[in-house]
């Protein structure tokens, strides 16, 4: 069988491009101790002997998960916290800057790599309000190879707008040669392992994955591709969570997926509400509505709206970081007289992923003047908060009706709005899984502190049980893009381990 890949890579976002880039050889993985720590620098020191030689060197393999230098709060993998400790020393530990004891190497492989992704370069960073502060330093963004301070010419700082970092992306393909390789605007119908046919090569089984060109890009025809390794790396933003009366009644109770159905919707693409309602699912769904979005609206939604010229109201369900952003860069970005109010629904402020930011530092302001609007320390005549609310019912009419959580003695209420965003977390989409992958991957993946997770050898990022299938990033549960470059490091040390190993037997 000509043309047999070494690794297909699913997603075109920082994880899939510092993916991409790993196994074609770009590397940030040269050791540049000492350390600044010196308990750090003596376990460096023992496994690899001195400065100047590459992580993935054979000798890394006397690292174990009890020699790790320090822990991360952020990951729990200890590869990622390996690399995350050496490329961005104290990150969590210090506010002062310590730049990175690895340098930038290439080091061409000779791994037939194809990575796709079926938006633009960037993935979900497309998605977002370019306006927006990013959560991390800037320096926490950067890809193998030229860093966002290379390509912008200036130091950047802390937190960058990110519009700057989609622009990186978009342009890293560019900048590290990696156009023959990694594609936008093509999707993966399907990846399923199928048992060689007799072609010479080891009998192991294979990927078959079929993509298809997508709106915006190029041809439309599905195209064939087999190969060795399968590498889950398309992110956390592809399905927006959907509200447990997603297929119920239009006026039927509203309440989250159970963990479990999250993890089945992430690998089916739906899940089957009909035990969780009351009766068979009518037309139109509630979440279907055209006044329904999972998305963050554009600033300007409200003069799409027909109507008298009276006031606009958008209601925003959740209080995790897409609703934030989704509030933050409205009020940015409307005038102070704009005729829009935004109806924040939410249970509870402590219990949501944003109250880490209650007592965060000035770098984090937008997050801090939501949180006191939320609580009503400070006022907006464009926000509304909705505290101690629920979703209780939606109809064709555009209204919704709010019934108070559970202890929070809130009364029900009827609200008409002209935009109704459900912003309540996404998942991975792995629907394009074969029907036995599927499943085996349903039956590992969890919901952890909100994430889905899928788990992974701690070493080599291969899901275990499924043959030569590895996640990445955040569909392992890992969201923050320091730590994919280390992903790619470690992903490539395997392949090509694989590879070696392959050769050793055939000899």
């Given at each position: 069988m000509a043309g047999i890949l070494d690794a297909f890579v699913v997603g075109n976002g920082p994880c899939g491009l510092a993916i991409a880039a790993a196994l074609t050889g770009h590397v940030t993985a040269m050791y540049n101790g000492p350390h600044y720590a010196r308990g750090v620098e003596t376990t460096f020191e023992a496994a690899l002997g001195k400065s100047g030689v590459l992580i993935d060197a054979a000798a890394l393999d006397t690292l174990t998960p009890d020699r790790l230098p320090y822990p991360s709060e952020r990951s729990k993998n200890p590869a990622a916290v390996l690399y995350d400790s050496l490329n961005h020393p104290f990150a969590d530990a210090s506010s002062q800057r310590y730049g990175p004891l690895l340098r930038y190497s290439r080091r061409p492989t000779d791994l037939k790599v194809r990575c796709v992704g079926r938006g633009p370069y960037g993935g979900s960073w497309a998605d977002m309000p370019e306006s927006l502060l990013t959560l991390s330093p800037g320096s926490w963004m950067n890809l193998p190879g030229?860093?966002?301070?290379?390509?912008?010419?200036?130091?950047?700082?802390?937190?960058?707008?990110?519009?700057?970092?989609?622009?990186?992306?978009?342009?890293?393909?560019?900048?590290?040669?990696?156009?023959?390789?990694?594609?936008?605007?093509?999707?993966?119908?399907?990846?399923?392992?199928?048992?060689?046919?007799?072609?010479?090569?080891?009998?192991?089984?294979?990927?078959?994955?079929?993509?298809?060109?997508?709106?915006?890009?190029?041809?439309?025809?599905?195209?064939?591709?087999?190969?060795?390794?399968?590498?889950?790396?398309?992110?956390?933003?592809?399905?927006?969570?959907?509200?447990?009366?997603?297929?119920?009644?239009?006026?039927?109770?509203?309440?989250?997926?159970?963990?479990?159905?999250?993890?089945?919707?992430?690998?089916?693409?739906?899940?089957?509400?009909?035990?969780r309602c009351q009766e068979a699912p009518p037309e139109p769904v509630a979440e279907?509505?055209?006044?329904?979005?999972?998305?963050?609206?554009?600033?300007?939604?409200?003069?799409?709206?027909?109507?008298?010229?009276?006031?606009?109201?958008?209601?925003?369900?959740?209080?995790?970081?897409?609703?934030?952003?989704?509030?933050?860069?409205?009020?940015?970005?409307?005038?102070?007289?704009?005729?829009?109010?935004?109806?924040?629904?939410?249970?509870?402020?402590?219990?949501?992923?944003?109250?880490?930011?209650?007592?965060?530092?000035?770098?984090?302001?937008?997050?801090?003047?939501?949180?006191?609007?939320?609580?009503?320390?400070?006022?907006?005549?464009?926000?509304?908060?909705?505290?101690?609310?629920?979703?209780?019912?939606?109809?064709?009419?555009?209204?919704?009706?709010?019934?108070?959580?559970?202890?929070?003695?809130?009364?029900?209420?009827?609200?008409?709005?002209?935009?109704?965003?459900?912003?309540?977390?996404?998942?991975?989409?792995?629907d394009f899984l074969g029907p036995a992958e599927r499943r085996r991957v349903a039956a590992m993946a969890t919901i952890v502190e909100r994430k889905f997770t899928l788990p992974v050898d701690p070493w080599t990022l291969q899901v275990p049980g499924v043959h030569n299938l590895y996640a990445a990033g955040p569909v392992r549960g890992d969201n923050f893009v320091r730590f994919v470059v280390g992903d790619g490091v470690f992903i490539t040390r395997s392949i090509l381990k694989q590879r070696r190993l392959a050769a050793a037997d055939r000899a």
């Open positions: 030229p860093t966002l301070e290379e390509y912008y010419g200036s130091d950047l700082g802390g937190r960058i707008t990110r519009g700057e970092v989609l622009r990186y992306y978009q342009a890293y393909p560019s900048l590290v040669g990696l156009r023959s390789v990694v594609s936008e605007h093509v999707e993966v119908v399907s990846a399923a392992l199928e048992p060689q046919a007799g072609n010479g090569t080891d009998g192991a089984p294979l990927w078959r994955i079929v993509t298809r060109g997508v709106a915006g890009g190029q041809g439309g025809a599905d195209e064939i591709h087999y190969a060795r390794n399968l590498i889950l790396a398309n992110g956390m933003y592809d399905r927006p969570k959907r509200l447990n009366g997603s297929h119920a009644p239009a006026q039927a109770a509203f309440g989250p997926l159970e963990d479990a159905a999250c993890a089945e919707e992430a690998c089916s693409g739906a899940v089957n509400m009909d035990a279907d509505f055209a006044f329904v979005t999972h998305r963050s609206p554009a600033a300007d939604w409200y003069k799409e709206v027909g109507g008298s010229g009276g006031r606009r109201y958008l209601m925003v369900v959740g209080a995790g970081l897409t609703a934030a952003d989704c509030i933050a860069s409205h009020l940015a970005a409307l005038p102070a007289d704009a005729p829009v109010t935004i109806l924040h629904v939410f249970k509870e402020l402590d219990a949501s992923p944003l109250a880490k930011f209650k007592d965060a530092s000035p770098m984090y302001r937008e997050y801090g003047h939501l949180i006191a609007l939320m609580q009503g320390a400070a006022q907006d005549p464009r926000y509304r908060p909705c505290s101690g609310r629920v979703l209780k019912s939606v109809s064709g009419t555009q209204e919704v009706v709010l019934g108070g959580a559970e202890g929070s003695g809130a009364a029900e209420e009827t609200v008409r709005v002209d935009r109704l965003a459900l912003l309540l977390g996404s998942l991975p989409a792995l």
